[in-house]
C-alpha cells in the first residue's frame, strides 16, 4: 500500500537540526510560485474552457486580499491550472524544476486516485507501481 511508506519524524530534535541546516535565502528566491509564475497561471487560466461539471476558481487566488479557498477550489487549481502552466514552464527547464514537475505530477496523481468515486485494486496497483520499493 502506497501509504504506508510514509513515515513522520516528529522529532523536535531532528527538526530543529534540519532547519538550521537551510541556507538562509530572501524569501523571493525560496518562491516557487513567484510573481512571474502566478501571472502565467492566470494567464493560461484565461484561456482555459473547463467544462461546466468543473468548479470555477477565482481569478485571483494566492493573492491575500482573495482569502481562503475552499478544497474543491485546490483541487481545481491542482490537478487543472497548475498542472497545464507547469507542465510548459518546467518541463523543459533545468534539472531542479524538472525534479520538481515530476514531484508535482506525482502530488497530482495522488489527488485524482484519492477523489476517484470507485476504487479498483488492480488500477490502484498500477498507478503506484513505480512508487513500490
Same mark, same amino acid.
Not at 473547463?50 to 482573495?66: A, D, E, F, I, Q
Not at 487549481?77 to 524538472?98: A, E, F, S
Not at 485494486?121 to 513500490?132: L, N, P
Given at each position: ?8 519524524? =516528529? ?8 532547519? &538550521? &541546516?537551510?541556507?538562509?535565502?530572501? $524569501?523571493?528566491? =525560496? ?14 487560466? $484565461? ?22 479557498? $475552499? ?47 470507485? &476504487?479498483? &485494486? ?12
Amino acid at each position: 500500500m502506497m501509504w504506508a511508506m510514509l513515515k513522520v519524524d =516528529r522529532d523536535p530534535n531532528n527538526i530543529t537540526n534540519l532547519q &538550521s &541546516s537551510i541556507p538562509e535565502k530572501s $524569501s523571493a528566491d =525560496r518562491a516557487l510560485l513567484g510573481k512571474g509564475v502566478m501571472e502565467a497561471i492566470w494567464e493560461d487560466m $484565461s484561456f482555459t474552457q473547463l467544462p461546466s461539471w468543473v468548479g470555477s476558481v477565482p481569478c485571483n487566488w494566492g493573492m491575500t486580499k482573495r482569502g481562503k479557498l $475552499s478544497a474543491d477550489n485546490w483541487r481545481v487549481i491542482i490537478t487543472i491550472h497548475l498542472t497545464i502552466t507547469l507542465i510548459w514552464l518546467w518541463g523543459r527547464d533545468n534539472r531542479h524544476k524538472k525534479e520538481l514537475l515530476d514531484n508535482f505530477m506525482d502530488l497530482v496523481c495522488a489527488v485524482c486516485i484519492a477523489n476517484m468515486r470507485v &476504487s479498483e &485494486s488492480d488500477f490502484f496497483k498500477k498507478s503506484t507501481r513505480g512508487h513500490q520499493d
